[in-house]
């Protein structure tokens, strides 16, 4: 009973050869983005370019407590892995660290592998960006597990993870999970692949790799849209006017909600620019090709660099506008400065 005690950490385990242990580093340094000081990695106070080195690796435990909303595992001396808690740094703040454990462990037999983590609990729905670099590319190394290894995946699914898990094959080997303490008899525990939406070209290719090749190419799709984003908040004040000026430049606007995933993929794989304000969709961005353009609109009160990092791995043109908000945190968007944006674009 009681919280973990300690912690201890898997990579070193591995480096060192210890005996028993069975894995394989994948990677130990991704490399690291470039950035200037007007970089919306640097101005958003994220770290999200100071997060390389971030191995990744897979290893296997025998008789393993997973616990807590994202299913850490501990060792026979509760200690917990430092690599299930994204690092020494991130590790304070993980719910499986601060998680009191009691009562009888649900056991499951045979081999399995997760890609439950902070970043997608058991107990709650998670963005639809995090399931795309979080949780995805733990898949990669399935095919080094034995054939019959089933995959633990959160008890609240939307529709874009069960069509995601479908186009892979996997449905039928995933366990809807909604425990917080699980026993696992022979588990393979795969590394995030990185801190949380933090530059990982690794995250990039893999999970290209893994979709692209299964798009849906049955329609022609746009080749210039707008990403509008659902609700009232991190929005635009000025939203029907902004998406009129879109609309007359001859751009489609779209609900990402209303698309099946593998639409989504399609609209991002064939697009030549790509405009949005900044939300989940335009993690989007993942599948789009060398030299599209994206002009992303941001909040001055919420920043985030992940369309720009992930365009240096895909080779894609990433635009940043940043404009004042309200209280809402809703971009006040000046159509002005986008008029002139897209005339340097060359896409007026």
Known sequence: MGPPNGWYSDLESLQRSDPGVEGRIVLLDQGAPIVTRESLMVLCKRGQHLQQPFPVFWIRHRNVRLIGPDLA????????????????????????????????????????????SRWMQVDKPQAYGHWLIDALPRLAVLGEFPTETQILVPGHKAQYQIDSLEMLGLSNRCRSTDEKLIEVEDYYFASPPSMIACYSPHTVATVRGMFLPLKDNRKATPKRFFVRRTGTKRNMTNEAEVLEFFRKAGWTIVDLVNLPFAEQIAWFADAEAIAGIHGSGMTNSLWSPRGCKIIELFSDQYLAGDAEWIAQCTGAEHHALIFPSDLEVNAIVDLNRVRAKLKSAGLL
């Open 73 to 116: 595992h501990i060792n026979s001396h509760k200690q917990i892995s430092v690599e299930a808690g994204y690092g020494r740094p991130a590790l304070g703040d993980d719910p499986a660290y601060r998680f009191f454990i009691h009562g009888e462990a649900v056991r499951l037999t045979g081999p399995w592998t997760s890609i439950v």
